[in-house]
């Protein structure tokens, strides 16, 4: 049971990036997957959820109309596409596993994290 994270790196502010995590060991179309990322000297803080089936998404304000995560479950694979970064939005991004049809905004609400792909926004 692992995720791992790809698609990081360094860009440009106003620049864009696709993060993208595959999933492997569970039914991955039950569950609602998260990204998660996290600053230097910050704590980990919530990005965005997709549920189960795709049709409901949630994202924190600072990501809003510039983040859109997707899943696509044939391929057990959640995407985070970022577009008009900026430099704080420099920080690891982790995927992770949510519940079991059920949604979270907190960390604690995710049991299965990826390793993290560093994302540098140069201004």
């Known amino acids: 049971v692992q995720l791992a994270e790809s698609g990081g790196g360094l860009v440009q502010a106003g620049g864009s990036l696709r993060l993208s995590c595959a999933a492997s060991?569970?039914?991955?179309?039950?569950?609602?997957m998260g990204w998660f990322r996290q600053a230097p000297g910050k704590e980990r803080e919530f990005v965005a959820f997709?549920?189960?089936?795709?049709?409901?998404?949630h994202y924190a304000d600072a990501v809003k109309g510039r983040f859109t995560i997707s899943r696509d479950n044939a391929k057990n694979t959640v995407y985070l596409q970022m577009n008009s970064l900026k430099p704080e939005d420099t920080a690891v991004y982790y995927c992770?596993?949510?519940?079991?049809?059920?949604?979270?905004?907190?960390?604690?609400?995710?049991?299965?994290w990826g390793q993290g792909t560093q994302v540098t926004v140069s201004s």
């Open positions: 992770a596993r949510g519940g079991k049809f059920s949604v979270s905004v907190v960390s604690t609400g995710y049991d299965l």
């Open positions: 060991g569970y039914t991955f179309a039950m569950y609602t």
């Open positions: 997709i549920t189960w089936g795709g049709s409901t998404t």
